[in-house]
């Protein structure tokens, strides 16, 4: 019996090409797409949930009162983990670890940069590392050895056995690698390539043993022991800073779960508000979202089809088919479909994962060797089969045969109603998508056309970096002579990302506890507004000709309002410890979130803590031209080193990231799912061709034009998409406003598009329904007439 | 006459059809009695109630009232399960436009009723084979219907109905899409069966094909008005 069923279904699927393709087809992108999508979230629910003690282990965070409000961190101070171990005797181990950073390793000349973290060797014994050759035991146990990734040692030594091989660190340094580990995987918070020992970072960076508990610049984690109650060590640690440290006692501490680290870490005043795990939900809800409208159109196709195959029920029924034998057969063939989709997703997805991950910036693999992947694969896509076929297979096997047989249309009005309330499911999902695409597009461009304050075509950055740290001066004055550019600065850091902040700023006419309040900050030395192309409103910048420079300041326009700073210049801000006059204010400039207004910024004066160089390209000269000179100037007095520099306009368009991604899949999904409902639509159109094929026919004869008929079989469907998105509309504004209500400078909704949605959805519905529309007027009625 | 039960016994039978607003009176207390081994044609004008009949005695349908005794069995207010069950056991159909499933070839359409009745597959070949070779249509088992003349076709629904044995075949205007000379090859076939034992009640509006029967029974306004018993 069940081979008969396949057979009828194989050959029923082969017999109607175009309706078997579409159907397939929607079901297979559908479930591709909802596949992908949920891969994705797979990954990052269980991101860091490789490191076998992840329940145990948590991150310490701290919470300090801020301009209005409170700011939440995970920097630490250096001392504090030592502290935790000894005063909390819940606590197995800690471990610090600083923010990993690109370092270059040369080995026999062969220079290469790698993501390098430092931790203590106990972050061994707290997080899960796969060691390929030697032992966690041992890695440490030299104060110049280096943990390294395979890949990174592939690509430093070739096929050469890496262990005990000799590298230079950063051009000075000596390491011996003493393990190898397996790539961290795809779903880690972690991403160095090397790891080297606390002990050999501190004596390389003598600050850091005695930065103090003023200085909270690194990570501390925390292995509990097994039992503990992690709520209440919380509690315990909270007021820790004060016991040491008398001058921070506002910085509160507290335990973060390490696992939910990458899911969770956005705080709001000292509460956790989430973070990325609004895309895991928004991204579950559109896997969901999208497999059900590809299921509805399947319903929709298949009782479309019902007609031609009502006859077929009625004579199994008259053979001796039960109901049930009915719909196990039509079950069964929406089964068989659902797996030819299934495989057709599978091929789409691995066309389709390479540019996903492109988008998203992740790796992501289809889980071909994951057993239970498969299992899951194979339910959902059963479920789907039964799901998707269980309507039509109800409804079909309901036919009375007497009926069926005779050509009596048992097709009622309620299976129009159901089809009906399909289609506006999904056309309204398709509103809320095409609704959605449009407002993040204008988002986005509202904020870039926002100005920043400064020059950012044409503007260059390097790390100051090995030799280059006492060569500037010539690099700089070479470079220009050159006409490779026109000027360059040396700064604490780049100026499309904010540098830090510090407290302790003090300046005429300050409140109580003003001193408190984090305040951004850049350290530069000579040059900077006219390389940036600031502008300067008041004052001047800082002049090499005037010794007396080092202790001064510029301030921004945000700064100056918030210290209420009639005559800002010749005023003295205290600053790092040192009294500074303000020499100048520049006007605002955006480097931190472009969403935001712009914060005080204070900008200092200091050369040792140059870290990045910005360049002011000649615009009279070929881009790549100068920076094949510059190329050849760094080389000369930094050969160590490789030349990487990045545009500041490039650096800057990454904070669009997450924005533009989020329009990018908007749209995908836009148009993914307009092309599966129309698909919905064409089904519903061609079944009402058929149902009203003796009407029309009728009509016809009594003298109806085409276009009048067409008119007449579009109308409805008109009426469908109009409702769709009413609701629809009504949905996406709700959301949508709320969504913006993210971000401080946004843009409006615009009625002009919910204009282009509606107009969007009837051009597309009326090409969609036309053609059924057209087919059945122009069709010969002396056919359906005659069949009745 | 009749020593033995009849296999049909329908008393007082009635059958309405209701749209919102007129009730159609389909067959009003009708009451006929059919004898096993017996042909019976049904004949009568449009509308007169000879499909309804059919289709009642055929258990695709329920009678509104009255009593319908098969095989000495009350069948009149079986669920649908129970009439399929007995159905499939014991009758087979033949229409006027053949119905046969497009998808499946000849061999396959034959085969369907031992499907749904749960015979076993090496069965099935030799049973379907059987009917197909008496039916003179062996040479057509690979094809589909549609690459069929209309006679063929009916020679396959006629195999189809008689695969199972069934003691009673109900024929629905079995010519009316034929043309005479297939149309006779029909009736003969049907005259073959009925001398092997088989029931036959066959609704026609054709006097010539009611000729091979041996009793007509007349029907108007849902009524027998006449019955003809052929010599």
């Not at chain 1, 007497?402 to 289609?423: D, P």
């Not at chain 1, 390389?531 to 300041?553: I, N, P, W, Y």
């Not at chain 1, 921004?556 to 918030?562: C, F």
């Not at chain 1, 409006?748 to 007027?777: G, N, P, R, Y």
Request: charged share 20%.
């Amino acid at each position: 019996m069940l081979r008969n069923y396949f057979k009828i279904a194989w050959r029923s699927l082969v017999k109607n090409k175009l309706y078997s393709a579409i159907n397939i087809g929607g079901l297979g992108a559908g479930m591709a797409v909802s596949f992908i999508l949920l891969i994705y979230v797979y990954n990052e629910v269980t991101f860091d949930s490789f490191h076998e003690k992840k329940d145990r282990i948590y991150k310490v965070m701290k919470n300090q009162p801020i301009d209005n409000g409170i700011g939440t961190g995970d920097a630490t101070p250096v001392q504090l983990a030592g502290v935790l171990q000894k005063d909390y005797p819940e606590i197995e181990t800690t471990a610090r670890t600083n923010w990993a950073y690109d370092q270059l390793f040369n080995y026999n000349n062969k220079p290469l940069k790698f993501n390098v973290m430092s931790a203590d060797a106990s972050y061994l014994d707290i997080f899960t590392l796969n060691f390929v050759k030697g032992n966690k035991r041992d890695a440490f146990k030299d104060i110049s050895s280096v943990i390294m990734t395979e890949s990174a040692v592939k690509a430093l030594f070739g096929d050469k056995d890496p262990m005990g091989q000799t590298v230079k660190l950063n051009g000075t340094q000596l390491v011996k690698v003493s393990a190898v580990i397996k790539d961290l995987p795809q779903n880690s918070t972690f991403r160095f390539k090397a790891l080297i020992s606390w002990k050999l970072f501190e004596s390389t960076q003598p600050w850091v043993k005695n930065s103090g508990w003023g200085n909270y610049s690194f990570m501390t984690y925390v292995l509990v022991k097994p039992g503990v109650d992690a709520d209440a060590l919380s509690g315990k640690i909270k007021k820790l800073v004060a016991r040491y440290n008398a001058d921070n006692k506002e910085n509160k501490l507290f335990l973060f779960p390490f696992t939910s680290w990458h899911l969770h870490s956005d705080f709001k005043n000292g509460v956790n508000t989430g973070g990325s795990i609004e895309y895991v939900r928004l991204f579950l809800l559109l896997a969901i979202g999208i497999l059900l409208i590809a299921c509805i159109n399947f319903m929709n196709l298949s009782t479309a089809r019902s007609e031609r195959r009502s006859r077929e029920v009625g004579i199994r029924k008259v053979v001796g088919a039960r109901r049930a034998a009915i719909i196990q057969q039509f079950l069964g063939e929406s089964i068989l479909t659902a797996f030819l989709a299934f495989v057709f997703a599978l091929l789409l997805m691995s066309a389709l994962l390479p540019s996903f991950n492109e988008l998203i910036g992740r790796q992501l693999t289809i889980p071909y060797t994951n057993y239970w992947a498969w299992v899951a694969a194979i339910a959902v896509t059963l479920v789907t089969g039964l799901l998707a076929g269980s309507y039509p297979a109800l409804f079909l096997s309901s036919f009375k045969p007497v009926k069926v047989l005779k050509g009596v249309n048992s097709t009622g009005k309620t299976i129009w109603h159901t089809r009906q309330i399909l289609v506006i499911t999904q056309f309204v999902f398709a509103t809320c998508l095409i609704i959605s695409s449009i407002l993040i597009y204008k988002q986005i461009s509202f904020i870039k056309n926002r100005p920043v304050g400064y020059l950012q075509q044409g503007l260059v950055e390097f790390d100051l970096e090995g030799n280059m740290i006492k060569q500037f001066d010539n690099f700089r004055r070479d470079a220009i002579s050159s006409g490779a550019i026109t000027d360059a600065a040396a700064t604490s850091g780049s100026i499309a990302h904010t540098n830090g902040n510090t407290w302790g700023v003090t300046w005429p006419g300050q409140l109580a506890g003003e001193d408190k309040i984090p305040i951004d900050q850049i350290a530069v030395s000579y040059h900077f507004t006219s390389t940036f192309g600031l502008h300067v409103l008041q004052g001047r910048d800082f002049d090499e000709s005037r010794t007396g420079d080092t202790s001064t300041l510029m301030l921004n326009e945000a700064a100056v309002k918030m210290m209420r700073l009639k005559q800002p210049l010749g005023q003295i801000v205290k600053w790092q410890g040192k009294q500074c006059t303000v020499i100048g204010v520049v006007k605002n400039f955006v480097w931190a979130s472009p969403y935001e207004p712009v914060k005080p910024v204070i900008i200092g004066f200091d050369k040792s803590w140059a870290g990045q160089v910005g360049m002011r390209l000649n615009p009279k000269a070929p881009v790549s031209q100068s920076l094949a000179k510059l190329e050849a100037i760094y080389k000369k007095y930094n050969p160590e080193y490789p030349f990487q520099y990045k545009f500041v306009d490039e650096s800057f368009n990454g904070k669009f990231q997450t924005e533009k991604l989020l329009g990018t899949l908007s749209t995908s999904f836009t148009i993914l799912a307009i092309v599966i409902s129309c698909l919905g639509l064409f089904g519903l159109a061609s079944f009402a061709a058929e149902q009203r094929k003796k009407e029309i026919s009728i009509r016809k004869v009594l003298g109806a034009s085409i276009s009048h008929l067409w008119f007449s079989l579009s109308k409805e469907f008109l009426q469908l998409v109009i409702i769709s998105f009413v609701i629809g509309s009504a949905i996406s504004w709700y959301y949508m406003n709320r969504w913006l209500a993210h971000y401080t400078y946004r843009t409006d909704v615009s009625w002009w598009v919910f204009i282009a949605t509606i107009s969007i959805s009837i051009v597309v519905c009326m090409l969609t329904v036309s053609w059924q529309a057209i087919k059945a007027a122009l069709s010969n009625p002396v056919k359906s007439l005659k069949n009745e | 006459m009749m020593q033995e039960a009849p296999m049909i016994k329908i008393t007082n039978l009635e059958k309405f059809y209701r749209t919102e607003e007129v009730e159609t009176i389909a067959l009003n207390k009708l009451s006929i009695e059919i004898a096993t081994g017996e042909f019976v044609a049904i004949m009568g004008p449009s509308g007169c109630g000879k499909s309804t009949l059919l289709n009642i005695l055929g258990m695709l349908d329920d009678p509104d009232a009255g009593s319908y005794i098969f095989n000495d069995i009350e069948v009149a207010h079986f669920t649908e399960r129970k009439r399929a069950d007995l159905r499939k056991h014991n009758i087979g159909f033949v229409f006027q436009s053949f119905n046969l499933i497009d998808e499946l070839t000849v061999f396959e359409n034959v085969e369907l009723p031992l499907i749904y009745t749960g015979v076993a597959s090496a069965d099935r070949v030799k049973r379907v084979e059987e009917v197909l070779d008496k039916m003179q249509i062996m040479h057509r088992r690979n094809h589909y219907p549609q690459q069929l003349s209309g006679g063929q076709q009916q020679r396959v629904a006629i195999a189809r109905a008689v695969v199972n044995k069934p003691k009673l075949i109900l024929a629905d205007e079995p010519t009316g899409n034929l043309d005479s000379s297939n149309g006779n090859d029909v009736m003969e076939l049907l005259t073959d069966l009925n001398e092997q034992g088989t029931t036959i009640i066959m609704v026609t509006h054709s006097e010539h094909d009611a000729r091979y029967s041996h009793r007509i029974i007349r029907l108007l306004d849902g009524q027998s008005v006449m019955e003809n018993i052929m010599v």
